[in-house]
Each structure stands twice: as C-alpha cells, then as structure tokens.
C-alpha cells in the first residue's frame, strides 16, 4: 500500500513519507539509538525545507497518513507517529537554534498537519464504531420489535379462533336449548293431546257405534303423529342448521295404515252396519 502511493508523490513528498513511515514503526524513538535515529530524520528533512521554493502539501500528508493506517503489514501505527512527533517537535523547540528558521516554521506546520490528520482519522473511526454500534443495536431493536409483532399477530390470531370457538359453542348450547324445549313441547302435546282423545273416547264409548268410533281415532292418530312428526322434523333442521336428511318411509307406512283400517271400516259398515253411525 505504501510503495503504491509513490507514484502520487514527488521526491520530496518521498522523503517525508520515509521520514513519518520511520517514526511510525514501534518504540522508533524509545531505544538506545533513538537520537541518532531522529536526527537522522530531521536531517532529511532538513534538506528539502531549506529549499525556498518548497512547501509541503497537506494533500500529500493525507494521503501519507491514510496509507499507514489502512497497511499493517510493516508494524506502523498512528499512536507510535504521535508519540514520536511530539519527541521530535519538543526536541527541535529546544534546539532551535541548531536548525534554520525556515526548517523550524516548516516542520511546526509538519507537525500540525500530521497531528492533525491522526486526529481526524481517529475521530472518524469512533463515528463509525458507534455508526456499527447503533446500527447493531437499532437492528436488534427491529428484530425484538418484529418478534413482538409476530408474537402479538400470533396471540391475535389465538384470540380470534377462541373467540370463533367460543361463538360456535355459544351457538351449539343455544341448538341445545332449542332442541330440549322442542322435546319438551312435544311431549307435552303428545301427551295432553293422547290424554284428551283417550279420556273424550272412553266417556263416549258407550254412545257412538264402533265403526265412528274407529274412524275418528284412526283421523285423530294420523293428525297427532304428523303433527309430532313435523316437530320433530324442525327441530333436526334448526339443531343441524342445514337441510336435515329427512325419512318419510315409516311416515308413509303409517298414514297409509290408518287409511286402510278407515277404509276397511267403511266397508264393513256398508256390509253390515249393525248401528247407525
């Protein structure tokens, strides 16, 4: 990464570079040698600052810097560079006057703009960390949210199916109570209804003949039981809540018996009527 920012770089450039990748490197400034290795330094730099025309670029240090702290493969790092700057800068403050004051005013901007542009990375980095780190936590945040939503559409939909269940029952014990006092009912009509023909036919046994007496129970049988019959017909339907499946086969059957004993009785009768009807 660093030899590939040469081409962006004049030889002077080149040289600051190899100056700031040199107090980069770690304890660069700590060892035994470390003030011969930063005189070294300054002196290279004392080369290209005591020419006039020259002025370092803040653009070139940025591009300097930003390539040391994206390549880690030297072992350089941007707390070493600070580190050994503010060594370099205190030492040329106090040795001032073993440099020119041009070098002293071009290596204080040095200084301020490598100082500078560290601070700006680092700055920028702790916004993305925390940029990751709300993204983190509004991503979680969502997906508590989401399984919040899919638990509450889940309760929702249990809601609803138990209030459907519920309903259905409701609607099953009001069939219920229908169909008991439907029965009732027809209990109640078969048997005040048996106990009134039963009772009117025994105290007038004796007064009408027996063919009369045949064919009106023989009537009032077949009233009576498709009276019931029809009953119990609607209370299947209503308890069901469809068109029930209904048999009239045994209906039928007794109809057409009643029939045929009144029938038969008038027959008889017109043989023989032994009694006036």
């Known amino acids: ?61 940025f591009i300097i810097i930003s390539a040391i702290d994206k390549d880690n493969a030297l072992g350089l790092d941007l707390d070493y560079l600070m580190q050994s700057m503010e060594i370099a800068i205190e030492h040329v403050s106090k040795n001032s006057a073993m440099y020119s004051e041009e070098f002293n005013k071009n290596f204080c901007k040095l200084y301020d703009h490598v100082i500078l542009e560290i601070l700006q990375i680092k700055y920028m980095k702790e916004i993305e960390i925390k940029g990751d780190q709300n993204n983190e936590k509004t991503i979680k945040e969502l997906k508590d949210a989401k399984n919040i939503a899919e638990k509450a559409n889940k309760n929702s939909e249990e809601a609803i199916i138990n209030i459907k269940n519920a309903k ?93 004993i009144m029938i038969a009785t008038l027959l008889i009768w017109v043989d023989y009527h032994p009694y006036k009807i």
């Open 1 to 61: 990464m660093l030899s590939e920012i040469d081409n962006f770089l004049d030889e002077e450039h080149i040289i600051i570079k190899d100056v700031i990748c040199s107090l980069s490197k770690f304890g660069s400034l700590d060892k035994k040698n470390a003030q011969h290795r930063l005189n070294g330094n300054l002196k290279k730099l004392s080369s290209i600052y005591k020419l006039d025309s020259f002025r370092h670029k803040y653009s070139k240090i």
């Open 168 to 260: 259905d029952k409701l609607d099953n014990i009001q069939k219920d109570y229908i169909t008991i006092l439907g029965i009732f009912a027809a209990i109640i009509v078969a048997f005040v209804a048996s106990f009134t023909f039963s009772t009117s036919v025994l105290n007038n046994i004796d007064k009408a003949s027996i063919y009369r007496l045949i064919t009106v129970i023989s009537i009032l049988s077949i009233f009576i039981v498709n009276v019931l019959n029809s009953l119990y017909i609607f209370l299947k339907q209503i308890h069901y809540r469809e068109e029930a499946k209904i048999n009239y086969k045994f209906l039928f059957i007794f109809n057409c018996c009643m029939l045929l």
